[in-house]
């Protein structure tokens, strides 16, 4: 074999080897082409991840109306509907949960939802926000337009009790709407409440806990308007039930005319963490086995802590008020010291404590109560009031009926 047919050889394989590649290559372009779409077990790179739909890109009139579309989306078994895309003032038409029955969390951006209807969480659901949007803010906010009547936002409505009904890190802002209310609870339970939440310029209601709420906590809270009426009722808590109780909240109204009462408790549980604001009455306790610690009033205010007649086992510790000619806590039991006050007792007191019994037992670290460890008089009457337990009920009276109570009413306690 000569050189040149060496040559000629070698250019016929490399030839051959160059076929064979553009067909290898040829197949595996036919191969991908054909593949059906990529399948991640949980989630494609740039995808949503499964059990989460974008609201922002589902089909609807306004933002409310994608978010009930994200809702529609997701399987039975629920799961997250992400809102947080979507921003900026919002005018809706409708409640995003309308006709939603599954459970889950809604996540919600810089965005402020203006809703002529009010927002029905349901069981077991979350609502959650980037945090308190303010006047002018770019945070998250539920507002009342001037035609909503009712609350802004509902947690659960129904016969049947809810647990693990949820709103967190957002405001609820009544737009100063005579007729809106803030926050309605009045089924959900366990689990169930406020988290890092504003209540803003709410002229009627901000917070309404009512009867069929039990057992649900409400944690760093703030009920913020200005002065409307004194018939303005920024804090009711009226269950027939206990709660958890409110840890951490304040409550202002910054200008006059300022509310008889800013905050009524008349459901047992332990308030803790309050400061109050603006108000002729700060704190009226009304139902008995309350627990009161870490309070503070403002230089605005009349009376800090006023007791109820009729009312035993109460127990406030750590009272503060900064209102030079104020009242540190007035007791309407007969038979007890009534008034504790500034000028008495400086600003402040550490605890004072009611027990049962006719006259009931008294004893606070103010020098000015006489301790009462003991009655005088040991007969039937001065013993303890046996009270009945409470049955685990869900559906408050003016729901049946149709009308709402007098909430400015004095009710009657369950014993």
């Known amino acids: 074999m000569g050189r040149h047919r060496l040559t000629r050889l ?17 197949t595996l372009i036919l191969v991908a082409v054909s593949a059906p779409a990529q399948q991640c077990p949980q989630a494609c790179p740039g995808s949503q991840p499964r059990g989460m739909v974008s ?27 992400d809102a947080r895309q979507i921003i900026g003032a919002q005018p809706c038409a409708s409640d995003p949960f309308d006709g939603i029955e599954k459970a889950g969390e809604t996540l919600i951006g ?70 809106a209310t803030g926050v309605l609870d009045n089924a959900a339970q366990e689990e169930s409440g406020l988290r890092h939440v504003l209540i803003l310029s709410c002229t009627k209601i901000g917070l309404d806990i009512e009867h069929g709420s039990q057992n649900s906590s409400f944690d760093d809270l703030e009920i913020l308007s200005a002065g409307s009426s004194s018939a303005t009722q920024p804090v009711i808590v009226n269950t027939e039930g206990p709660i958890r109780g409110i840890h951490g909240i304040t409550v202002n109204t910054w200008s006059q005319p300022y509310p008889a009462v800013a905050m009524q408790i008349r459901t047992m549980g332990s308030y803790t963490d309050m400061h109050c604001e603006g108000a002729t009455t700060c704190f ?29 086992n109460v127990t406030i510790m750590g009272l503060f008020s900064s209102a030079p000619n104020g009242i540190l806590i007035e007791n309407n039991l007969p038979g007890t010291s009534p008034v504790l006050t500034n000028a008495t007792d400086g600003a402040g ?59 400015g009413q004095q009710r009657a306690r369950v014993r």
């Open 110 to 179: 810089g965005a402020t939802f203006q809703t002529p209807t009010g927002w029905v969480l349901k069981d077991k659901s979350i609502i959650r926000g980037i945090g308190r949007g303010d006047p002018e803010s770019n945070n998250s906010v539920i507002e009342a337009s001037s035609t909503l009547s009712g609350p802004v936002l509902h947690l659960a409505s129904s016969p049947i009790a809810f647990e693990g009904v949820r709103a967190e890190n957002l405001t609820v802002d009544c737009n100063n709407n005579d007729n």
């Open 349 to 407: 007191i550490g605890w004072y404590s009611i027990g049962d019994g006719t006259p009931p037992t008294v004893c606070s670290s103010s020098v000015y109560v006489t301790c009462t460890f003991k009655r005088a008089d040991p007969t039937p009457s001065s013993t303890p009031v046996q009270r009945i337990a409470v049955p685990r009920t869900v559906t408050p009276p003016y729901l049946a009926t149709g009308s709402r109570p007098n909430l």
């Open 284 to 312: 009226y306790i009304d139902a008995d086995d309350i627990t009161l610690m870490n309070v503070e009033c403002g230089s605005n205010v009349r009376i800090c802590v006023q007791i109820a007649p009729g009312v035993q």
């Open 10 to 26: 070698a250019k016929r394989n490399r030839k051959a080897l160059d076929l064979q590649a553009a067909v290898l290559l040829f």
């Open 55 to 81: 609201a922002e890109q589902q089909t609807g009139a306004d933002g409310c109306a994608k978010i009930n579309a994200g809702w529609t989306a997701l399987p039975l078994t629920g799961g997250v509907v």
